[in-house]
């Protein structure tokens, strides 16, 4: 393919059409002749720095931020240089599978997509999944992989599928996958949320944030008109159902309280469950072949992907009592000899641990007892509520290792279980906080802003100024602390300073030389326009925007880089004088 048109296709201006592209990379040592290389700034390497490495090894192209410095070969400028390297390499990946659908949540990612296959593959569709368990392909043959893979490889993976012919394709849309833009490019023609509990806060400094990578999918992931299938039992699925309404996008809920398919009943067997569920109005009973509350739930979940890309829905239902288990999601992998079976799940949050006992508990005629672990190098908040949760429900609990990464396994397993057992509940509260990283010791603002101006080398008055405000010290906030000068800080311009006369008032001279200021019964302060936002400073630096939401209006009216300096007042509309200055400073919220 040529440059020239893939530029133009994605919306960029078009280059040299007579130039080859051979591929796509994101790793400088895997270019090639003819590569079009992106350049994105991560959490551990920059990409920029190996720019140039890249454009020796023969790229045509690199996508980057506009403020990197490419030579030899066409800069494709973004702000957003993941997004539109995704737009650019999916132009070049063709062709791709006629139907593609996603999932996304917590917990249920895997389980859905690969009954998702399952069905579609039941119903005569050559079908594919993609995500923790790898590729698994309509042969059911599959390769081990990450839960999304970087977009190179996804799209890669996908046109392949394509060419063997594979017309149907469900992968998890993990929230790292969708916050670094690896899932855009596919008209995907429904999406899945499952349900949302903490996991990845190492990543996502909030569950907000969390939430709002997930969202993505419902955002921007989705083809306009498409489906958002939704589990309508979990404390986040009314929010996911909003973000789907104001998308525009059809809506299929699922669950107690689904409107599509609503689950009336749900009932153990010994090798399975039976759910009574409503659709259009008609009653149907289900004989799912699966265990646990949980994989009812991914089952329900695959059934309205299914039907929401054309499957009829009496061939769902009847594909749901067929289902084979899923690797890994309860799947009994062996009976000892007194006639117990052995399950593994790869449970590795709270939540997934207690929904994999509560799904074993109603099959237990002895004991039951849970063999886990906690992952090194990944949240560790998680731990101590994993061997709560294991402990809560088990008969026996058997703390092992599960890829301790960096850290010391011993300390992992300590963490999880024997400490925390060991200690009164009232202190266990600080406890998690010191093994969170949670327990803050109190630094003065003077000394953080001295000691990151001498290791960074960014100045001390930009510092000061970006830590007022709503600062949040998360790992992503010192990346934006210490960024450089991006033009957008909404710093304040030095006030006219005022001091008290020492001597006096002789000392200023004769009184006929004076200039007299009327002085307002407010506050100084600077309203600062930017694009997109604006901030309001008080005479003592602190910003006070949150108090003043209605000045946003104006701001909105100002050219972007003006700055107002005066008065802050409360008004009296009524008789168009200036309140007293304590009115203004229960505005502030200095007085009650």
């Known amino acids: 393919m040529k440059l020239g048109p893939i530029l133009k296709a994605a919306g960029f201006p078009a280059a040299d059409g007579d130039t ?59 702000a957003e240089p993941r997004r539109a390297f995704a737009a650019l390499a999916s132009r070049f990946f063709q062709p791709v599978p006629e139907t593609v659908v996603a999932v996304t949540g917590t917990n249920g990612k895997t389980s859905t997509v690969e009954m998702t296959r399952q069905i579609w593959r039941m119903a005569g569709h050559s079908a594919a999944s993609i995500g923790t368990l790898g590729v698994t392909t309509a042969d059911e043959s599959v390769s081990t992989g990450l839960t999304t893979p970087d977009i190179v490889t996804f799209l890669s993976n996908i046109t392949g599928l394509a060419r063997e012919g594979v017309t149907h394709v469900a992968y998890e849309a993990s929230s790292h996958g969708l916050s670094q833009f690896r899932n855009e490019g596919l008209r995907v023609v429904a999406g899945a ?12 400094a909030t569950m907000e944030d969390y939430f709002a990578a997930k969202m993505r999918l419902f955002d921007h992931v989705v083809a306009e008109g498409g489906t958002a ?36 009943n749900r009932a153990p067997t010994q090798l399975g469950q039976t759910l009574d569920i409503d659709w259009q109005g008609k009653a149907h009973k289900i004989a799912l072949p699966l265990i646990g509350a949980y994989q009812a739930a991914n089952a329900l979940v695959s059934a309205g992907l299914a039907i929401a890309s054309g499957c009829e829905a009496g061939a769902v239902f009847d594909a749901l009592t067929r289902l084979q288990p899923v690797r890994g999601r309860l799947e009994r992998a062996a009976i000892n000899r007194a006639g117990a079976p052995v399950y593994v799940d790869y449970a590795h949050t709270p939540d997934a641990i207690e929904a994999a006992i509560d799904a074993l508990r109603p099959h237990v005629q002895g004991r039951l ?43 992992i397993r300590a963490a999880v279980l024997t400490a925390w057992g060991q200690l009164p509940t009232t202190e266990r509260f600080l406890y998690n906080k010191l093994l969170t990283g949670g327990f803050r010791m109190g630094v003065a603002r003077g000394l953080v802003t001295r000691a990151l101006a001498e290791a960074t080398g960014v100045e001390e008055a930009t510092l000061a100024h970006r830590l007022m405000g709503d600062w949040d010290p998360a790992r992503i906030s010192f990346d934006t602390l210490i960024a450089g000068d991006t033009g957008g800080d909404a710093r304040p311009y030095p006030f006219a300073l005022a001091s008290q006369l020492e001597d006096g ?61 005066g008065e802050i007042l409360a008004w009296d509309k009524a008789l168009n004088r ?13 007085k009650t």
């Not at 200023?508 to 600077?526: F, N, T, V």
Request: glycine content about 12%.
């Open 20 to 78: 080859n592209v051979t591929g796509f990379a994101i790793d400088h040592r895997k270019v090639a002749p003819g590569t079009i290389f992106g350049a994105f700034p991560g959490a551990r390497f920059n990409g920029e720095d190996f720019i140039a490495d890249a454009v020796k090894a023969g790229a045509v192209a690199v996508v980057a931020r506009p403020e990197a410095k490419v030579e030899g070969a066409v800069h494709v400028a973004d």
């Open 193 to 204: 949320f499952t349900n949302l509990s903490r996991d990845h806060l190492d990543y996502h």
């Open 229 to 264: 299938v939704i589990w309508a039992d979990d404390e986040w699925s009314e929010r996911a159902v909003g973000h789907a309404k104001q998308r525009g996008l059809q809506l299929f809920t699922v669950g107690s309280n689904g409107t599509a398919i609503r689950l009336t």
């Open 369 to 411: 007892i849970t063999v886990f672990g906690a992952g090194g190098d990944r949240d560790g908040g998680k731990r101590p509520e994993m061997g709560r949760a294991a402990c809560s429900g088990s008969d026996v609990v058997i703390v092992t290792d599960d890829n301790p990464r960096g850290e010391d396994p011993a300390e």
């Open 505 to 565: 008032p002789t000392t200023l001279g004769p009184a006929g030389d004076w200039l007299a200021e009327w002085k307002w019964d407010g506050i100084r302060g600077q309203l600062i326009a930017r694009p997109g936002t604006f901030a309001l400073w008080s005479r003592g630096e602190e910003l006070i925007t949150d108090r003043f939401p209605d000045l946003g209006p104006l701001a909105d009216f100002l050219p972007k880089g003006t700055v107002i300096d």
């Open 578 to 590: 200036p309140l007293p200055f304590a009115a203004l400073q229960k505005r502030i919220g200095r």
